[in-house]
């Protein structure tokens, strides 16, 4: 089961489709494959760019337990967030039936003030069942919630079963410091911090307290990098390692279906996935933006012949 001491990389798995829009299967083991090889301490499925809101119920818990089956020697949290809590707890339930070690939820639309977050989340807790670990995702520029450092301290502290936040506000390392504060001074509970944002900020994240990454950049590996050699001290090493990804990092990080367009685009180039097809409606890189996407791969080779190994 999940608690707090989770630390590392959870890769957000992409949802590998076939051209037809079909699930593949054999690109999911793959990848599951990859990730655990790369040093991965963990998999996150069926969160935002892993479409799926484009998955039907029966879909979305066969490729949760496809996941949960292939990398049985890691937690896998499930994605369950959903307009009503109805939805929520049958898929909650579901994926932990199958062997998941906590689920993620993500605050509604809907939500404006203070009050009506922390009884969201707790509310949502009861839905699905107080003994189900659960992860806050604190995604402003997705979900347009904004959650304070002390709204958070207001969610941990109300429910015994919060013991992760997938922090990805921007900008966010005030927030970090902040909440380890709270830990620091005895007003909250130990949480366990993983970053998003395609890994963006993770350079500095993990060296104000963040506990690693929970994200889906094309090179993974690479995130499990930087969080190895920060822990190691090897601070300069790993500022050099991400330097060298920014550019693409960068360009990977634009908004909606053209970012997951860039990373299936390079994670089919590098075998990870056999195409970088998204379910309809989606979207598909030009070739102008295919010529862009190879030019940096060519830059990143500079500083990491990962990226000039591709398949």
């Given at each position: 089961?999940?608690?707090?001491?989770?630390?590392?990389?959870?890769?957000?798995?992409?949802?590998?489709?076939?051209?037809?829009?079909?699930?593949?299967?054999?690109?999911?083991?793959?990848?599951?494959?990859?990730?655990?090889?790369?040093?991965?301490?963990?998999?996150?499925?069926?969160?935002?760019?892993?479409?799926?809101?484009?998955?039907?119920?029966?879909?979305?818990?066969?490729?949760?337990?496809?996941?949960?089956?292939?990398?049985?020697?890691?937690?896998?949290?499930?994605?369950?967030?959903?307009?009503?809590?109805?939805?929520?707890?049958?898929?909650?339930?579901?994926?932990?039936?199958?062997?998941?070690?906590?689920?993620?939820?993500?605050?509604?639309?809907?939500?404006?003030?203070?009050?009506?977050?922390?009884?969201?989340?707790?509310?949502?807790?009861?839905?699905?069942?107080?003994?189900?670990?659960?992860?806050?995702?604190?995604?402003?520029?997705?979900?347009?919630?904004?959650?304070?450092?002390?709204?958070?301290?207001?969610?941990?502290?109300?429910?015994?079963?919060?013991?992760?936040?997938?922090?990805?506000?921007?900008?966010?390392?005030?927030?970090?410091?902040?909440?380890?504060?709270?830990?620091?001074?005895?007003?909250?509970?130990?949480?366990?911090?993983?970053?998003?944002?395609?890994?963006?900020?993770?350079?500095?994240?993990?060296?104000?307290?963040?506990?690693?990454?929970?994200?889906?950049?094309?090179?993974?590996?690479?995130?499990?990098?930087?969080?190895?050699?920060?822990?190691?001290?090897?601070?300069?090493?790993?500022?050099?390692?991400?330097?060298?990804?920014?550019?693409?990092?960068?360009?990977?990080?634009?908004?909606?279906?053209?970012?997951?367009?860039?990373?299936?685009?390079?994670?089919a180039r590098r075998g990870i996935i056999a195409a970088d097809a998204q379910r309809k409606p989606g979207a598909a890189l030009s070739a102008k933006a295919k010529a862009e996407v190879e030019y940096l791969l060519s830059r990143v080779a500079r500083h990491d012949p990962r990226a000039g190994k591709l398949g």
């Open positions: 089961m999940l608690d707090h001491t989770a630390k590392g990389v959870y890769p957000i798995a992409p949802t590998p489709f076939d051209a037809e829009g079909r699930i593949d299967y054999a690109s999911v083991d793959k990848m599951t494959d990859f990730y655990l090889e790369c040093g991965s301490t963990g998999m996150t499925v069926l969160g935002v760019m892993g479409e799926a809101p484009k998955l039907d119920g029966a879909e979305a818990l066969e490729l949760a337990t496809r996941f949960i089956t292939r990398a049985s020697s890691v937690p896998v949290i499930v994605g369950v967030s959903a307009p009503g809590f109805a939805a929520m707890r049958t898929l909650a339930r579901a994926a932990m039936d199958k062997g998941a070690a906590g689920v993620m939820i993500a605050p509604p639309n809907t939500l404006r003030t203070d009050d009506q977050i922390v009884t969201y989340y707790r509310q949502a807790s009861e839905a699905i069942g107080e003994e189900i670990p659960f992860v806050i995702q604190d995604f402003p520029q997705t979900f347009s919630v904004v959650m304070t450092p002390g709204v958070i301290r207001r969610i941990v502290q109300d429910n015994s079963a919060c013991v992760m936040l997938k922090h990805e506000d921007w900008p966010g390392l005030e927030k970090i410091s902040t909440l380890r504060g709270f830990q620091a001074d005895g007003s909250m509970k130990p949480i366990s911090i993983l970053c998003g944002n395609g890994g963006l900020f993770l350079d500095f994240e993990v060296e104000r307290g963040a506990d690693g990454a929970m994200t889906g950049y094309a090179f993974p590996d690479m995130l499990c990098d930087i969080v190895r050699l920060q822990a190691e001290g090897k601070r300069d090493e790993a500022h050099d390692l991400f330097d060298g990804h920014l550019p693409l990092l960068r360009y990977e990080q634009q908004q909606g279906p053209t970012g997951l367009a860039v990373r299936k685009y390079v994670m």
